[in-house]
């Protein structure tokens, strides 16, 4: 357990080096650990149309998802900012939809968190009955 913090951290490290932010100068990296054992990482990607930037986290679930995977189990995130830097609204959505169980590792933090006490009240597919 102790190990697999180590270890996505260490990746979301080295894919925060790979952001690309001329816009905001705020790179973050992310990778997360699939239910096979499978490591994806991303980092933001931004547009000069601002609106069009990717936060690392969904660049990561993105690869991941694109690989044919269903389910995550953990991801760490890791900004350049002063303080630990947790995902945006939007991001944990999309987190949410690949495990409520899901763990969070921030750089910088000892705690780590469940992305279901992150997002509470998320939307899910009991609300999409009509
Ligand atoms: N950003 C992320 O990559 N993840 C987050 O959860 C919050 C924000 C990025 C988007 C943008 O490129 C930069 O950080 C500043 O907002």
Known sequence: MENTRKVLINQA????????????KFKVGAALKTSNGKIYSGCNVENISYGLSN??????????VSEGIKKIDSIA???????????????RQVLVEFNPNMTV??????ETFK????????????????
């Open 115 to 130: 992305i279901s006490e992150l997002l509470i009240h998320s939307f899910d597919k009991k609300q999409l009955k009509y």
């Open 77 to 91: 995130i890791s900004s350049s900012g002063k303080k630990p830097a947790f995902p945006c609204g939007a991001c």
């Open 13 to 24: 490290r080295k894919a925060k080096k790979n952001a690309y932010s001329p816009y905001s």
């Open 55 to 64: 936060c690392a986290e969904r660049t990561a679930v993105f690869k991941a």
């Open 105 to 110: 590792y921030i750089d910088g933090l000892d």
